[in-house]
């Protein structure tokens, strides 16, 4: 079974700052996907960035980037340029394509944007 | 705003009762996912459907029973409640089967308490 790990369960960043989210997996899987969500205090959850395993290169939405490192089984969201709208919780996810794309979601991290 | 509608937003009921909480996907979404947020357990997947029938099923009590209609909403029954069952219940929506875009669309949930 898949697992997704997010060791932090609560951060803090300077508006403007960069911050660095943690997440690490496990899965035997060649081929998957990862993402990022987010849920704000509204509780909508959204996607902010995917990154499929067969892509070398780090997926980047605007601000946010990921550091992928597949083997390390290892996925971090960088914000660059932090601001009070990035306050939420962030959710890293893997999901296996073709067995009924079951979703593995961590626990989520807690960021807050000081102002 | 995702396309995903969820009722009732908010329900408090008390134990051993039963409730239905109705999901309608976004439009054209042929999958439905059934997601529970408690506080300590982060997001929990409980059940997906595909075009009425059910595709995937994670940790979802006896208690608790799915559908997916023709007109494809679907709605998540939850019955003999307990204390522990007061979370927040995301319904999401995807494409098809396989949601390679990687997103899914989440509705609001629906905040349930159970006293």
Request: hydrophobic content about 30%; proline content about 4%.
């Amino acid at each position: 079974a898949q697992t997704v790990t997010q060791s932090q369960p609560e951060m803090s960043v300077q508006e403007a700052e960069t911050v660095t989210l943690s997440c690490t997996y496990d899965t035997s899987e060649n081929n998957y996907y990862l993402f990022w969500y987010k849920q704000p205090p509204s509780r909508q959850m959204i996607l902010v960035i995917r990154q499929e395993a067969y892509k070398q290169q780090n997926a980047t939405e605007n601000r946010f980037s990921v550091n992928f490192q597949k083997a390390a089984k290892s996925f971090s969201l960088k914000i660059s340029d932090s601001q009070l709208g990035d306050t939420a919780m962030y959710f890293c996810a893997f999901m296996k394509p073709n067995t009924g794309n079951q979703f593995y979601f961590g626990t989520g991290t807690s960021l807050t944007v000081i102002p | 705003d995702s396309g995903v509608t969820q009722t009732p937003k908010h329900l408090i009921t008390a134990t051993g009762q039963r409730v239905t909480l109705r999901c309608s996907p976004r439009s054209g979404d042929l999958s439905v996912y059934w997601y529970q947020q408690s506080l300590d357990q982060g997001l929990q997947f409980l059940i997906q459907y595909y075009n009425g029938e059910e595709r995937a099923k994670g940790n979802i009590l006896e208690r608790f029973s799915a559908q997916q209609f023709p007109d494809l909403h679907s709605e998540l029954n939850l019955s003999s409640l307990e204390l522990g069952d007061s979370a927040l219940y995301f319904c999401a929506s995807s494409l098809g089967q396989e949601p390679n875009t990687g997103e899914l669309f989440f509705g609001e949930g629906s905040r349930l308490t159970v006293l």
